[in-house]
């Protein structure tokens, strides 16, 4: 667990026995504690993944977030705009329970058919001037989802090979993803 605030931590290393570290989440990945095993399950309200990415691509040259394009909401399902600037989608038309563990073949909340794999659904948006980066947000128990650090790594790795572009950053699981926007000049030409 990674917090910035010592009475946070204090609490989980006490009453869940987990191991913990004084630090923002970005500090963090930076470090040595943070390898190809570690994984991430963000707890705070933003897009985690497109904010460590713009952290990342800052250090090897110039990267900015972009508005999502508007055709890209025709593309996903149930579309929604949160204030910050990332667009939402969505299988569900309801709040899902918090104990789903996003089974292959069907819904936990209304027991009917599974519509897909929204990750994959969300890869292949299109939108002239974009590639599409997608990070499979995976359950690692019912309701709580994350991805390993390697799989940031590769999205960075994508980014990087190109000396400039736009991209969607997207996480999603099964039924739900984010998307932001960015575009990223190289510093280094080659």
Same mark, same amino acid.
């Given at each position: 667990?990674v917090?910035?605030r010592?009475e946070? +931590?204090?609490r989980i290393e @006490?009453?869940?026995? *987990?191991p #913990?570290a004084? /630090?923002?989440?970005?500090s963090?990945?930076?470090s040595?504690?943070?390898?190809?095993?570690?994984?991430?399950?963000?707890?705070?309200?933003?897009?985690?993944?497109?904010?460590?990415?713009?952290?990342? +691509?800052e250090k090897?040259g @110039?990267?900015?977030? *972009?508005? #999502?394009p508007e /055709?890209?909401?025709a593309?996903i399902?149930?579309?929604y705009?949160?204030?910050?600037?990332s667009?939402?989608?969505s299988f569900a038309t309801f709040?899902c329970p918090d104990t789903c563990?996003e089974?292959?073949?069907?819904?936990?909340?209304?027991?009917?058919?599974?519509r897909g794999n929204?990750?994959?659904?969300l890869?292949?948006i299109?939108?002239?001037?974009?590639?599409v980066?997608?990070t499979?947000?995976?359950q690692?128990?019912?309701g709580?989802?994350?991805?390993?650090?390697?799989s940031l790594?590769?999205a960075?790795?994508?980014i990087?090979?190109?000396?400039e572009?736009?991209?969607?950053?997207?996480?999603s699981?099964?039924c739900?993803?984010v998307?932001?926007?960015?575009?990223?000049?190289c510093s280094?030409?080659?």
């Amino acid at each position: 667990m990674v917090d910035q605030r010592r009475e946070k +931590l204090d609490r989980i290393e @006490r009453d869940f026995s *987990l191991p #913990v570290a004084m /630090s923002d989440v970005g500090s963090f990945l930076d470090s040595p504690w943070a390898d190809d095993l570690t994984w991430v399950v963000p707890a705070i309200p933003v897009h985690f993944a497109f904010q460590w990415l713009l952290h990342e +691509l800052e250090k090897r040259g @110039r990267a900015e977030r *972009l508005p #999502v394009p508007e /055709s890209v909401d025709a593309q996903i399902p149930n579309p929604y705009r949160a204030p910050g600037g990332s667009l939402c989608a969505s299988f569900a038309t309801f709040i899902c329970p918090d104990t789903c563990s996003e089974p292959d073949d069907f819904c936990t909340a209304t027991k009917g058919p599974r519509r897909g794999n929204l990750f994959e659904d969300l890869g292949r948006i299109s939108v002239p001037g974009f590639d599409v980066i997608v990070t499979r947000s995976r359950q690692l128990a019912p309701g709580v989802g994350g991805y390993p650090v390697s799989s940031l790594q590769s999205a960075l790795q994508q980014i990087s090979e190109k000396q400039e572009g736009c991209c969607l950053i997207i996480t999603s699981c099964r039924c739900h993803g984010v998307i932001d926007a960015l575009r990223w000049e190289c510093s280094q030409r080659v």
